[in-house]
């Protein structure tokens, strides 16, 4: 790939990420939060909905970040390192 097409990629990809941050934390809100959140509340009761809500907040968001992490390591040794 030439310079104009590397530099070209990367903007794309840092254009795409805030729409895939968006799907995937929510994505990841709707399993921590319907599936361990739901068990949680079922073991402790409903008195801890705040705590469980930001509990699930919080892994969504860790979890989106480690995934974008990933694409970018993979987006950069699959597309940009190409010979």
């Not at 699930?56 to 597309?79: D, H, N, P, Q, S």
Request: glycine share 4%; with cysteine.
């Amino acid at each position: 790939m030439t310079p104009r097409e590397l530099r070209i990629a990367k903007i794309v990809f840092w254009c795409v990420s805030p729409i895939m941050f968006a799907g995937l934390v929510r994505l990841f809100f709707l399993f921590f939060y319907f599936i361990f959140g739901m068990l949680l509340l079922w073991i402790f009761g409903v008195k801890y909905n705040p705590v469980v809500f930001w509990l699930a907040v919080l892994a969504a968001v860790g979890f989106t970040a480690a995934a974008l992490v990933i694409l970018y390591r993979m987006f950069k040794i699959y597309v940009l390192e190409q010979p």
